[in-house]
């Protein structure tokens, strides 16, 4: 089982990586800010619950749980603030 956990995780790695090149790099008026296009944030958001559930499921009570979470969130909030309609 551990091998499967330890796949799993290097995969959802892996699509991450994979996904962090495609960042649009977007100029506001005070500073320079990435962004997903809307379908690569639609996949995104997917790969996130995805790794919050695998964590939760695999790694229960781990103290870095909270702080990936937290970081997602503050993504999230960043992808609302800032998406160009």
Same mark, same amino acid.
């Given at each position: ?5 330890? /796949? ?10 994979? #996904? ?5 790099? #977007? ?25 919050? #559930?695998?964590? @939760?499921? /695999? ?7 909270? @702080? ?5 969130? @503050?993504? /999230?909030?960043?992808?609302?603030? /800032? #998406?160009?309609?």
């Amino acid at each position: 089982m551990e091998e499967t956990v330890k /796949n799993e995780l290097d995969a959802l790695i892996q699509e991450q990586k994979e #996904r962090i090149p495609k960042l649009i790099i #977007r100029e506001g008026d005070f500073f320079t800010y990435y962004v997903y296009d809307t379908y690569i944030e639609e996949e995104y958001i997917k790969w996130k619950e995805n790794a919050k #559930r695998f964590l @939760e499921i /695999n790694f229960i009570g781990d103290k870095h749980i909270d @702080e990936f979470n937290k970081t997602c969130d @503050e993504k /999230n909030l960043h992808l609302i603030n /800032n #998406r160009s309609y």
